[in-house]
């Protein structure tokens, strides 16, 4: 069933379909259909449409981006520091050798939910969550975990369910 979540029954949803989901990912991996990528881009970009980033910001909020060595570059130099104090400042290392946030909410989320380095802002954050991603069979596992935390992941991915039943 769609339904269109708050941040408050994200969690239980999340966790009502968890077992569902998970098993619908299985079967996507062992049974890929031919034109996934395009009914990502289309649920994507339809559910994007719709859904203001700016109302959320739950990623921002609870999670937080891997942050790649160009990205450090770019931010650092952006706020006109070394890349070795930015990283000192923001960043530590989490138990798979990704440079990550030391803390959450992020750093550089304003109050209204902006991001203080949206121009330059890392390439997880541009791409989160991930859902019109090449290859989404692949990415199952990542977006296992993103749905708790992203109530348009939740939906694109109930969608999905929908338009490809498998
Ligand atoms: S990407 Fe998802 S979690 Fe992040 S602000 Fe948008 S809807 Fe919220
Ligand atoms: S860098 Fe910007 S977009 Fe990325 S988590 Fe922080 S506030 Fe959000």
Do not use: W
């Not at 859904?51 to 770019?74: H, M, V, Y």
């Not at 000192?88 to 990704?98: C, H, N, R, S, T």
């Amino acid at each position: 069933m769609m339904l269109k979540p708050n941040l408050n029954e994200l969690t239980k949803l999340a966790k009502d379909t968890h077992i569902e989901t998970k098993k619908y990912f299985v079967k996507l991996k062992k049974k890929t259909p031919k034109n996934l990528d395009y009914v990502m881009q289309d649920l994507h970009d339809a559910e994007f449409k719709k859904t203001n980033c700016l109302d959320c910001a739950n990623c921002c909020k609870t999670t937080g981006p891997l942050f790649t060595s160009a990205d450090i570059e770019r931010i650092s130099k952006h706020l006109k520091q070394k890349p070795q104090q930015f990283i000192e400042q923001y960043l530590k290392v989490d138990e798979d050798d990704d440079y990550v946030l030391q803390s959450v909410p992020c750093h550089f989320l304003d109050s209204d939910n902006t991001c203080f380095i949206y121009d330059v802002r890392p390439k997880a954050c541009r791409e989160f969550p991930h859902t019109d991603r090449k290859k989404f069979n692949q990415i199952t596992d990542l977006t296992l975990k993103n749905i708790p935390i992203c109530p348009a992941a939740y939906n694109i991915v109930e969608k999905m369910k929908e338009k490809l039943p498998l």
